[in-house]
């Protein structure tokens, strides 16, 4: 009888461990959003996998393979980047615009974050002082 016990115990055990392998993962951060890779770089590129998205929850994967400091802005705008105010600190553009962004990224590291774009025009931009001026931004379309 004990060996019978032991038996199904051991059987139970398996079948739990074996169910909890089988489960479904925890979701993403950004679960059912569009992604969308972004590379930034010390050549002052914003380089994107997809250009056009369709409007809703977009999450933003941003690597910065530079050495130096770099950020993803998002901003909603219909300007052209020469047509962007200038902004509080020398050097940057105005970020009155934006509807989200990665942060400082040290080099080497990256960041996911999500939004909820709707459709328009946006600008993707690193707003460190003088990386702007340099062409770091890309435009993205949100249909």
Do not use: W
């Not at 929850?57 to 962007?84: C, M, R, S, Y």
């Not at 902004?87 to 970020?95: K, L, R």
């Amino acid at each position: 009888m004990k060996r019978l016990l032991s038996v199904a115990a051991v059987s139970l055990l398996f079948a739990a461990c074996s169910a909890a392998q089988a489960g479904a993962p925890a979701p993403a951060a950004g679960a059912g959003a569009t992604q969308v890779k972004v590379t930034l770089g010390d050549n002052m590129k914003v380089v994107l996998d997809k250009d056009t998205v369709s409007a809703g929850k977009v999450t933003f994967a941003v690597q910065n393979t530079g050495t130096l400091k770099h950020e993803v802005l998002v901003l909603k705008t219909d300007a052209a980047p020469g047509q962007i105010p200038a902004g509080d600190d020398p050097g940057t553009v105005s970020e009155k615009t934006s509807v989200g962004e990665s942060d400082d990224m040290d080099p080497g590291t990256s960041k996911t974050f999500t939004l909820d774009l709707a459709a328009g025009n946006y600008l993707l931009i690193c707003n460190e002082a003088g990386h702007f001026a340099a062409g770091m931004h890309t435009p993205f379309l949100v249909k």
